[in-house]
């Protein structure tokens, strides 16, 4: 959900507002319009995960008339929380390990910081690995090394959306290196 406000122009109780919500340049639309008063604002729903809207706005008087619409500039919605993938982890060695998960709906471009911790509840716990994953992998994956054999690992990971902003970490799962030969 988006909501989007915007100074009246200096127009008086009863003016109608049109705010234009567009993802692609302003081919496809999303309207909404406060009419017959409102606030100047306009709250917007359903939009897609981790993508770039634009907004314009217009003024509407009483007599019909309308003004020209003016940029507001965009934004960059949240991206959706990682999920789990059928297979949380692959390639599990004494010292090394894979950590997969799914995409769950973001879009093209969407980047995923994973955590390696010692902690199910701490995604930050003390001595913890971080990958930064490259965009779009299917699925999404991050290879840890240098682990402690024998040890359980949880594997936290949060989507980073277009503008860099980190998401909540989400933990999917947990699994232990294998143990050292004797």
Do not use: C, K, M
Not at 40 to 66: C, D, H, I, K
Not at 100 to 105: A, E, F, I, K
Not at 124 to 142: C, R
């Amino acid at each position: 959900a988006l909501t989007a406000s915007w100074e009246s122009g200096g127009n008086g109780p009863g003016t109608r507002y049109d705010a234009r919500l567009s993802s692609d340049a302003f081919v496809t639309i999303v309207q909404v319009s406060t009419e017959p008063q409102g606030a100047p604002s306009a709250g917007f729903t359903g939009l897609a995960a981790n993508t770039t809207y634009f907004l314009e706005v217009r003024a509407g008087g009483r007599r019909g008339e309308l003004t020209s619409f003016v940029s507001l500039g965009s934004t960059v919605t949240q991206a959706n929380p990682p999920a789990a993938f059928t297979t949380t982890f692959a390639g599990v060695t004494t010292g090394s390990l894979t950590g997969l998960w799914s995409h769950n709906g973001n879009a093209l471009g969407t980047r995923f910081v994973a955590r390696l911790s010692s902690s199910p509840v701490d995604a930050f716990a003390a001595g913890a690995a971080v990958v930064s994953t490259e965009p779009w992998t299917v699925p999404p994956a991050a290879g840890f090394g240098g682990l402690a054999a024998n040890a359980t690992h949880y594997l936290w990971v949060a989507a980073q959306n277009r503008s860099g902003a980190v998401g909540t970490f989400v933990l999917l799962g947990s699994t232990a290196t294998l143990v050292l030969p004797v």
